[in-house]
């Protein structure tokens, strides 16, 4: 399983982008499942706080933290395929 939660505030552009880029990477990863959690919520806020997010999407792989601000669709690539290859 592969499993990607974004932390991300409503309206965020820069959030939409990573989520487009996730879209696409499930043709490739078809067991990819993505979690989308407005950052201003009860869950939301828990999640920031637990692991210091501090710009906005919050990623996290596999219930990971990966990264904050956002990753590129390589970058997210490569993760997977780290996982994939153990």
């Known amino acids: 399983m592969l499993k990607v939660t974004l932390i991300r505030p409503q309206g965020c552009a ?15 990863y078809p067991v990819l499942e993505i979690e989308d959690i407005d950052m201003e919520s009860d869950k939301g806020q828990g999640l920031v706080q637990k692991y210091g997010i ?33």
């Open 54 to 86: 501090m710009a906005s999407p919050g990623i996290l792989i596999n219930n990971e933290f990966f990264a904050s601000g956002g990753a590129s669709e390589d970058q997210l690539r490569k993760k997977f395929d780290e996982i994939f290859t153990g």
């Open 14 to 28: 820069h959030c939409g982008q990573v989520l487009e880029s996730l879209d696409r990477l499930k043709k490739d």
